[in-house]
């Protein structure tokens, strides 16, 4: 990169630092993202990202499942799941697996990657502080959880003092039982509740496409009105809905924006948030 070029991309980045400083964002890792073997190289970098846009003055809160490793973790212990209409019933013994995982494996992992480059991370899951509190969403699938209410409070506090919130997303009902929650309508209610600038989706996908097999067809600007239309009419369905629609709910509970950005590029973070153009798809009220 020539020098001049250097200086542009720094010149292009400094009203957006302006404009994020002391701004709260929250940002959904994938279990995913964490998964693979070469995945440890991009842990570190969005630990970079992270401590980086902690070090201008935004308030970066990160919101995490884990997936993949509990499924792991359940093969490794033999233990056997049974599904309701496709969804695996997570009895007890899974629950505790959920929990020993998300709060005891993928959890200290994000907050350890986070504090090599700054010894800001601080691991809580949604039981702390009663964060994530939930009602059962239909007791043939066992303890899985729909959020009834966010209490930010522990949050608010961690940000207020100058750290940076690591969530998992293990809510609890109000007789303390721990129950597991979608890691993305999670993130999205936090979001709104912390009245959050930006929730930005760290997914495996390149963002949402008007033309699904079209790598070229990335759509990097939409608002909410014309996303509900795009389901509608099909051009966005399947295995996103539940992301598109929690960024959904976020900007019309006020948060400003909701970014889909494809976690396997290096510093996706970064280049999403400090450039004009951005990296992924960014959703918004009103007109785009
Ligand atoms: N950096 C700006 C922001 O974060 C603009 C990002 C534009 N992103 C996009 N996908 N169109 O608000």
């Given at each position: 990169?020539?020098?001049?070029?250097?200086?542009?991309v720094?010149?292009?980045?400094?009203p957006?630092?302006r404009?994020?400083?002391?701004?709260?964002?929250?940002?959904?890792?994938?279990?995913?993202?964490?998964?693979?073997?070469?995945?440890?190289?991009?842990?570190?970098?969005?630990?970079?990202?992270?401590?980086?846009?902690?070090?201008v003055?935004?308030?970066?809160?990160?919101?995490?499942?884990?997936?993949?490793?509990?499924?792991?973790?359940?093969?490794r212990?033999?233990?056997?799941s049974?599904?309701?209409?496709?969804?695996r019933?997570?009895?007890?013994?899974?629950?505790?697996?959920?929990?020993?995982?998300?709060?005891?494996?993928?959890?200290?992992?994000?907050?350890?990657?986070?504090?090599?480059?700054?010894?800001?991370?601080?691991?809580?899951?949604?039981?702390?502080?009663?964060?994530?509190?939930?009602?059962?969403?239909?007791?043939?699938?066992?303890?899985?959880?729909?959020?009834?209410?966010?209490?930010?409070?522990?949050?608010?506090?961690?940000?207020?003092?100058?750290?940076?919130?690591?969530?998992?997303?293990?809510?609890?009902?109000?007789?303390?039982?721990?129950?597991?929650?979608?890691?993305?309508?999670?993130?999205?209610?936090?979001?709104?509740?912390?009245?959050?600038?930006?929730?930005?989706?760290?997914?495996?996908?390149?963002?949402?496409?008007?033309?699904?097999?079209?790598?070229s067809?990335?759509?990097?600007?939409?608002?909410?009105?014309?996303?509900?239309?795009?389901?509608?009419?099909?051009?966005?369905?399947?295995?996103?809905?539940?992301?598109?629609?929690?960024?959904?709910?976020?900007?019309?509970?006020?948060?400003?924006?909701?970014?889909?950005?494809?976690?396997?590029i290096?510093?996706?973070?970064?280049?999403?948030?400090?450039?004009?153009?951005?990296?992924?798809?960014?959703?918004?009220?009103?007109?785009?």
């Amino acid at each position: 990169m020539s020098e001049l070029t250097t200086a542009q991309v720094l010149v292009e980045a400094l009203p957006y630092i302006r404009r994020f400083a002391g701004r709260t964002v929250v940002v959904k890792y994938g279990g995913n993202a964490l998964a693979g073997t070469s995945d440890h190289d991009a842990l570190a970098l969005f630990a970079e990202d992270i401590v980086l846009m902690h070090t201008v003055g935004i308030r970066p809160v990160v919101v995490h499942g884990g997936g993949p490793q509990i499924n792991e973790m359940l093969a490794r212990l033999n233990i056997e799941s049974s599904f309701s209409n496709g969804l695996r019933v997570t009895d007890a013994a899974t629950m505790e697996v959920v929990q020993m995982v998300l709060n005891g494996q993928v959890n200290p992992q994000i907050v350890s990657a986070i504090n090599t480059h700054g010894n800001v991370a601080v691991g809580l899951s949604g039981e702390d502080g009663r964060t994530l509190q939930v009602t059962p969403r239909d007791p043939s699938l066992g303890f899985v959880g729909d959020i009834e209410k966010v209490r930010p409070h522990v949050i608010e506090g961690l940000l207020h003092d100058g750290f940076v919130p690591v969530l998992s997303t293990v809510g609890v009902d109000s007789h303390g039982q721990p129950y597991n929650v979608n890691a993305d309508t999670a993130a999205g209610a936090i979001a709104e509740a912390l009245g959050a600038e930006k929730i930005i989706y760290l997914t495996d996908i390149a963002g949402l496409r008007s033309n699904i097999d079209d790598a070229s067809s990335l759509i990097q600007r939409i608002t909410v009105n014309e996303l509900s239309a795009l389901i509608e009419n099909g051009t966005v369905s399947g295995g996103m809905i539940p992301k598109v629609e929690s960024c959904m709910q976020a900007v019309r509970g006020g948060v400003k924006s909701a970014h889909i950005l494809d976690g396997r590029i290096a510093h996706v973070l970064l280049l999403e948030l400090f450039t004009d153009q951005g990296a992924g798809t960014m959703i918004t009220g009103g007109v785009s």
